[in-house]
């Protein structure tokens, strides 16, 4: 939870200097492109090394069979499933951006960027920082919803629904909620959903991001 408040007041900090005028992107021309592609880089390249570093790493995908995949599928069609719904409501953006922001799966700090770098040649830059905005605002309220509501969710929906909730961070963020909410015997779904949706997340918003 600390960290999700942390993350939202940067992007407060951030939009009041934008809107200030202490900081103007324009200033810094094609230099700014290249240093938010660097560090979308190097955003990807930690997260490679978080899961490399991960010493169960391997007992979890022992641990994998094929009904335990069903659950992070499901999340990630669900996700995608109620995004495409959403695009039929929201006149402004496209289906492919609705999918892009589904996409993120809670994994608020990689989609965003992702959406606001690939999307700038279709959408031009304000609305792909937009898009981008909502996109973090989107999956950081996706995590906010699991953390506050799982205990709901498990009640009405079962044990398996926090996870599919929380998305890519039902292996960190929200795992101990889920585990007091749903139980110990919940962690090697937990973490292979969280693992599989987290590792997703770089492959599909830059898919729907193409179109």
Sequence with gaps: ??????????????????????????????????ATMYILYLLIFTVGIGMGCNRDLKRMFKAVTPGLLLLPAATIAGSLLFS???????????????????????????????????????????????L???????????????????????????????????????MDVCLPVILRTSGSGILPAAIVSGVICDFSVPFLVPFFCSF
């Design 1 to 34: 939870m600390k960290g999700t408040v942390a993350v939202l007041l940067c992007f407060i900090a951030g939009c009041a200097a934008g809107w200030s005028g202490i900081i103007d992107m324009d200033k810094f021309g094609d230099a700014w492109d290249d």
């Design 84 to 130: 495409a719904a959403a695009s039929l409501f929201l006149s402004k953006w496209s289906l492919s951006d609705c999918l892009a922001v589904g996409s993120g799966l809670g994994y608020y700090s990689l989609s965003s960027v992702l959406i606001a770098e690939y999307k700038e040649a279709s959408l031009g830059v304000q609305a792909a920082a937009e």
């Design 132 to 170: 981008g905005t909502i996109a973090l605002l989107t999956n950081i309220f996706r995590e906010l919803f699991t953390l506050l509501g799982a205990r709901a969710l498990k009640r009405h929906f079962g044990p398996y629904a926090p996870v599919a909730s929380a998305g890519a961070t039902a």
